[in-house]
């Protein structure tokens, strides 16, 4: 990952942010490092829509529920519509799974890992980003989009073989995804002028992300969290590090930048050319396509 030092920002302490009067949806704000910024933002005044299968902060002031297999396309056409993206300062992308070591399938003929961790983004993107923040009264930034993954690593994906059919790799199907959450950032900051779009990476991080791949509550994966565990910062550290970036007014010029583990800029993966990103997103789209799905509103 190589840093991006045309870009900076001033750090400010989490625990000062003021954001009463915050709207914001957190797709994938029910587990994980979603769970732990759903909470903070909540914590700082903001009013937080979460999204996912379990909604585990009933008791959190502050915290709404919206429930959705994401797994789905047409679930996550229901859930972007009810959204309300006009209201809307600020929308996080972070569900996600790990690819299971046999390739598994939706419903709909996607390939399992291509849809809960980037296509339903896809969906759920391009449904809201014309109509983000136009109904809010006084804004203080442009209606952001952050979306969590693993940029700036250098994976461009197999692009012909986006649905892992010709073969399949726990490793490779999960790295088209991780290509598909930073072109989906690049490719939004051109087609859209209304709002900023950012990418984020967090680096390793304890949380439940691994047990497709590993198998829940087994050997493997506690002893790997653990590990993770100790040497990495916490769900709760991180989000205290890139709350004060997600409202910061120094990004606001800079829509299709990108975030290391510590909020500094870094640099886009070099094979994610204008071309490559087109032809990504023509495939997604098709991907998607199989679902019956419409990526715009009527
Ligand atoms: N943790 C790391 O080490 C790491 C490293 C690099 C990048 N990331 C990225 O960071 C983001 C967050 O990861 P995390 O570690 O916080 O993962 P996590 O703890 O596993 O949380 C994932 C979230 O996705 C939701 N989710 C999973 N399947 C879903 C489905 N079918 N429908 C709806 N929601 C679903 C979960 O909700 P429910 O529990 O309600 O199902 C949960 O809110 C991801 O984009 C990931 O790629 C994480």
Redesign the pocket.
């Known amino acids: 990952m190589q840093r991006d030092r045309s870009l900076t920002w001033r750090r400010v302490d989490a625990t000062d942010l003021d954001l009463t009067g915050f709207q914001v949806a957190i797709v ?8 732990a910024l759903s909470r903070f933002l909540a914590s700082r005044g903001a009013r937080v829509i979460v999204v ?3 909604f585990r902060d009933a008791e959190i002031p502050g915290i709404q529920f919206i429930k ?4 789905l396309m047409h679930e996550s056409q229901r859930a972007a519509d009810l959204l309300r993206a006009e209201t809307l300062d600020l929308v996080v992308f ?4 790990f690819a299971a070591p046999q390739r598994q399938e939706t419903s709909e003929g996607i390939e399992r890992d291509m849809a ?2 980037y296509l339903n983004r896809l969906v759920i993107l391009r449904r809201i980003a014309p109509k983000l923040g136009t109904g809010r009264s006084a804004p203080r930034i442009k209606p952001r989009v952050f979306v ?3 940029p700036g690593t250098g994976q461009i994906g197999t692009l012909a073989d986006l649905n892992s059919e010709s073969s399949y790799g726990a490793m490779r199907a999960h790295m088209n995804t991780v290509a598909g959450n930073e072109t989906l950032v690049l490719d939004a900051a051109k087609r859209y002028a209304n709002a900023t779009f950012f990418g984020l ?5 304890k ?3 691994r047990d497709n791949l590993f198998g829940k509550n087994s050997l493997k994966s506690r002893v790997t969290e653990m590990l ?1 565990g100790l040497l990495t910062p916490t ?1 709760d550290t991180y989000v205290r590090r890139i709350a004060p970036l997600l409202v910061s007014p120094d990004i606001e010029q800079r829509s299709g930048a990108l975030f290391n583990r510590r909020g500094e800029a870094i640099l886009p993966s070099p094979g994610l050319t204008d071309e490559y990103v087109q032809k990504f997103m023509s495939a997604s789209e098709k991907l998607v396509a199989k679902a019956d799905v419409s990526l715009t509103t009527r």
Do not use: E, F, H, K
């Not at 994938?28 to 769970?35: P, S, V």
């Not at 959705?68 to 797994?71: M, N, P």
């Not at 972070?94 to 799974?97: L, V």
């Open positions: 994938g704000g029910t587990g994980g490092i979603g769970r996912g299968q379990t959705a297999d994401l797994s972070t569900t996600g799974i809960v961790s969590m993954g693993y990476n967090p680096g390793l991080i949380t439940n992300i993770i769900a």
